[in-house]
């Protein structure tokens, strides 16, 4: 069973990179478009992908990542 994330991994295309998307998908829920965010960045620090951009909000106490671009790597 893949992850969100590791299906947009595994859709992505080397070099390219890529917004991941919120709207139409269940990423419109801040909380799982955050956790997504975080296993990406996850993989980032394995060296599967680069995070190009990155943007957090503050959502009542919590810090989340509200947007992200990534470009694969491997």
């Known amino acids: 069973m893949t992850t969100?994330?590791?299906t947009l991994?595994?859709?992505s295309e080397f070099?390219?990179?890529l917004d991941v998307p919120r709207v139409g998908s269940t990423l419109e829920?801040?909380?799982v478009y955050d956790s997504v965010?975080?296993?990406l960045?996850?993989?980032a620090e394995r060296g599967l992908?680069?995070?190009v951009a990155e943007h957090q909000r503050q959502v009542s106490s919590d810090q989340l990542i509200d947007?992200?671009?990534f470009r694969r790597l491997r």
Do not use: H, S, T, V
């Open 4 to 6: 969100l994330a590791q």
């Open 9 to 11: 991994y595994l859709d």
């Open 15 to 17: 070099g390219i990179p």
């Open 29 to 31: 829920n801040p909380f």
């Open 37 to 39: 965010a975080r296993e």
């Open 41 to 43: 960045k996850a993989m």
């Open 49 to 51: 992908i680069e995070i």
């Open 67 to 69: 947007n992200l671009r």
